[in-house]
T-cell receptor, first 111, second 114 residues
Framework: EDQVTQSPEALRLQEGESSSLNCSYT??????LFWYRQDPGKGPEFLFT???AGEEKEKERLKATLTKKESFLHITAPKPEDSATYLC????????????FGKGTTLSVSS | DAGVTQSPTHLIKTRGQHVTLRCSPI?????VSWYQQVLGQGPQFIFQ???????GRGNFPDRFSARQFPNYSSELNVNALLLGDSALYLC?????????????FGPGTRLTVL
């Protein structure tokens, strides 16, 4: 069964305190792993797509990496405006058109 | 360029009623997907449409239906509303070209069923 698990569920950081979020996945034939940011009450905002193990993508203070079983979202020197829920998703191996999401990691950055 | 748009923003209905949610994809996108997101969970797939045809359906009851119009906009219909249908309903569109492309989400419609 396709599955995406994110950890931790919640993370509190001080401004400037770097950390990583984890996304582990079980899917037959990975066809892309996607990271999104979601602010409360709003739709998810696309961040990154990763297609193969070893691939890395960067955007400002965020860097996403991919292995054969998991992905990490590294946040370097976070700021309060980075506070949000970060979602990870993969395309289902069974229902190929469906994105399967994890429950997300809620990040809070205090100044 | 305009992103994915959805209407209405908020909606309050009572049990047993019917609701229609609307979505316009990003210009040039032909694929539209619908997701349901309850509080504290990730979005859950409901439908995908491409070129007006249903290409995928999630594990939702037949009370949920959708369609796509010639201009690629889409409607999600839910009949006989239940309290458990209260959620944020998200629409997403994908760029053309096939393959496993990223999906771009709209702001969502917040449905409350009383």
């Amino acid at each position: 069964e396709d599955q995406v698990t994110q950890s931790p569920e919640a993370l509190r950081l001080q401004e400037g305190e770097s950390s990583s979020l984890n996304c582990s996945y079980t899917v037959s034939g990975l066809r892309g792993l996607f990271w999104y940011r979601q602010d409360p009450g709003k739709g998810p905002e696309f961040l990154f797509t990763l297609y193969s193990a070893g691939e890395e993508k960067e955007k400002e203070r965020l860097k996403a990496t991919l292995t054969k079983k998991e992905s990490f979202l590294h946040i370097t020197a976070p700021k309060p405006e980075d506070s949000a829920t970060y979602l990870c998703a993969v395309y289902s191996g069974e229902a190929g058109t469906a994105l399967i999401f994890g429950k997300g990691t809620t990040l809070s950055v205090s100044s | 360029d305009a992103g994915v748009t959805q209407s209405p923003t908020h909606l309050i209905k009572t049990r047993g009623q019917h609701v229609t949610l609307r979505c316009s994809p990003i210009s040039g996108h032909k694929s539209v997907s619908w997701y349901q997101q309850v509080l504290g969970q990730g979005p859950q797939f409901i439908f995908q449409y491409y070129e007006k045809e249903e290409r995928g359906r999630g594990n939702f009851p037949d009370r949920f239906s959708a369609r796509q119009f010639p201009n690629y906009s889409s409607e999600l219909n839910v009949n006989a509303l239940l309290l458990g249908d209260s959620a944020l309903y998200l629409c997403a569109s994908s760029p053309p070209g096939g393959g496993a492309r990223e999906q771009f989400f709209g702001p969502g419609t917040r449905l409350t069923v009383l």
